[in-house]
């Protein structure tokens, strides 16, 4: 049940009085800095990013585009760098937050910290602020947030990043709130984007309105105070309005905001309560389970072998993977037929397995034609944990049916990937954009000891 309490202001209270981080904090935040730089080096590369940047038609700023030479307004750099981060689509998750927290904080916070010369230190701080906000406006809002179709990387990244930016500047609780309300009410993003550009562009646009954010309420601008709670704001708007006012009603669900705001610690920080879900694979998280499954049985079978594959999954999953016949990487991305047969045919996939070129080709098309993508009801949803249970069979030419089941996600909060998986991820991400992806590693890698940002990201661009 939700509680009638005075969301905004409560949680700008507690973004602009943060104290006793702990250093397992830290140390988190710095390895999903890392991963997320690593993405948006390589996605710096894909279509929608330099589109972006040749539309915007950059002039002379202080914030760098990382994996080039450019330089932008801090806004710009976030909305650029955001939508880098995104492209590839193997960038983190927050469970709680059921999106991708550093796509939208990572850039916000990068463009502002350049403008202002913050240390290493005090970037991962605010990382830490943002990534604490959007899980717990994860909590307030899903899962009905989520099933109505918002992409909560857009919807709850906005004022995240506007929490991360303003503790950046260190504005006080009253311009805090300012800044979160504003970033709340240009806050956007839907579903029936995934699998284009757009998709990216939510993460880009949500970094970009942090900043904006931020930056207006440091300079005065006026917003509605209350927005997160009143009435036709932001949580009635995003999810709903019960009857009567604090109840959740059937299809009718309301914010819970007390599940947001309480217990608040920041000894125990969400980065570390609920978590960081790292990808191992370049595609929504939504396939990850059945991939690696799906991996686990191609040690024994081939896929000549293959006359059909089922996969059962949770109901929210199809709404998710939309594009059952894929034509582009892209659409490939969010598709578990196609994810399932470029695994069975390519083995583990990586960015060249969602490559147009790829997608296009003949022997993939066939065989994902041959994937069975259906509802089990006894499979419990809980994306909110991190648990995305499938069962996976394959169907043999023999007539065997070979199975294996997967409820974790490699790279979840309780199935972490190894330092090595990790450095090697970054590694193939950065090298050939950066010039020594080694060095750009060793120094993100001591990120909170930089005592100027500027030094970090003068080893990411190109």
């Given at each position: 049940?939700?509680?009638?309490?005075?969301?905004?202001?409560?949680?700008?209270?507690?973004?602009?009085?943060?104290?006793?981080?702990?250093?397992?904090?830290?140390?988190?935040?710095?390895?999903?800095?890392?991963?997320?730089?690593g993405v948006m080096l390589a996605g710096s590369r894909e279509a929608g990013a330099r589109i972006l940047a040749q539309t915007l038609q950059l002039t002379e700023g202080r914030a760098r585009l990382v994996g080039s030479r450019l330089r932008a307004s801090p806004t710009d750099a976030a909305l650029i760098n955001g939508t880098s981060a995104h492209a590839l689509d193997f960038d983190d998750v927050s469970p709680a937050m059921v999106g991708h927290p550093s796509a939208v904080l990572v850039p916000a916070v990068l463009a502002v910290a350049e403008d202002t010369d913050a240390s290493g230190a005090a970037v991962l701080e605010a990382f830490i602020v943002g990534f604490e906000v959007a899980a717990?406006?994860?909590?307030?809002?899903?899962?009905?947030?989520?099933?109505?179709?918002?992409h909560a990387t857009g919807t709850l990244g906005a004022p995240a990043a506007a929490a991360a930016v303003a503790h950046l500047l260190h504005l006080d609780a009253a311009h805090t709130q300012t800044a979160l309300a504003?970033?709340?009410?240009?806050?956007?993003?839907?579903?029936?984007?995934?699998?284009?550009?757009?998709?990216?562009?939510?993460?880009?646009?949500?970094?970009?309105?942090?900043?904006?954010?931020?930056r207006l309420a440091a300079g005065g601008f006026s917003a509605a105070q209350e927005l997160f709670e009143a009435q036709r704001g932001y949580g009635e708007m995003f999810v709903g309005s019960a009857t009567p006012a604090g109840s959740h009603g059937p299809g009718n669900p309301a914010p819970d905001w007390a599940a947001a705001l309480e217990p608040w610690d920041w000894s125990e920080p969400e980065i570390l309560r609920s978590g960081v879900q790292l990808k191992p694979f370049p595609s929504c998280a939504a396939t990850h389970t059945a991939i690696d499954a799906l991996l686990s049985?191609?040690?024994?079978?081939?896929?000549?072998?293959?006359?059909?594959?089922?996969?059962?999954?949770?109901?929210?999953?199809?709404?998710?993977?939309?594009?059952?016949?894929?034509?582009?990487?892209?659409?490939?991305?969010?598709?578990?037929?196609?994810?399932?047969?470029?695994?069975?045919?390519?083995?583990?996939?990586?960015?060249?397995?969602?490559?147009?070129?790829?997608?296009s080709r003949d022997d993939v098309q066939r065989l994902l034609r041959c994937v069975d993508m259906r509802v089990d009801p006894s499979l419990p949803e809980d994306f909110g944990s991190g648990r995305m249970p499938v069962k996976v069979s394959a169907?043999?030419?023999?007539?065997?049916?070979?199975?294996?089941?997967?409820?974790?996600?490699?790279?979840?909060?309780?199935?972490?990937?190894?330092?090595?998986?990790?450095?090697?991820?970054?590694?193939?991400?950065?090298?050939?954009?950066?010039?020594?992806?080694?060095?750009?590693?060793?120094?993100?890698?001591?990120?909170?000891?930089?005592?100027?940002?500027?030094?970090?990201?003068?080893?990411?661009?190109?």
């Open positions: 049940m939700s509680a009638p309490v005075a969301a905004t202001g409560l949680i700008a209270e507690r973004v602009a009085n943060v104290a006793g981080l702990p250093e397992a904090a830290f140390a988190m935040a710095t390895t999903a800095f890392v991963d997320c730089v717990r406006l994860g909590r307030a809002l899903n899962p009905g947030h989520y099933e109505r179709g918002w504003i970033a709340g009410s240009l806050a956007a993003g839907m579903r029936a984007s995934f699998g284009t550009m757009v998709k990216p562009l939510h993460a880009g646009h949500a970094a970009r309105t942090g900043v904006l954010a931020a049985l191609r040690e024994t079978i081939r896929a000549a072998d293959v006359v059909g594959i089922d996969v059962c999954v949770t109901p929210l999953v199809p709404q998710i993977l939309i594009h059952s016949r894929p034509r582009t990487g892209l659409e490939g991305k969010f598709s578990m037929e196609y994810c399932l047969a470029v695994t069975l045919l390519d083995g583990q996939p990586g960015t060249d397995q969602f490559a147009d070129a790829r997608a169907r043999l030419v023999d007539g065997r049916v070979v199975s294996a089941d997967r409820v974790l996600p490699p790279g979840a909060p309780q199935r972490q990937l190894t330092r090595g998986q990790l450095e090697q991820k970054f590694l193939s991400n950065a090298s050939g954009v950066v010039g020594d992806a080694h060095a750009a590693l060793d120094l993100l890698s001591d990120l909170r000891h930089a005592a100027h940002i500027a030094e970090v990201v003068d080893r990411l661009t190109s």
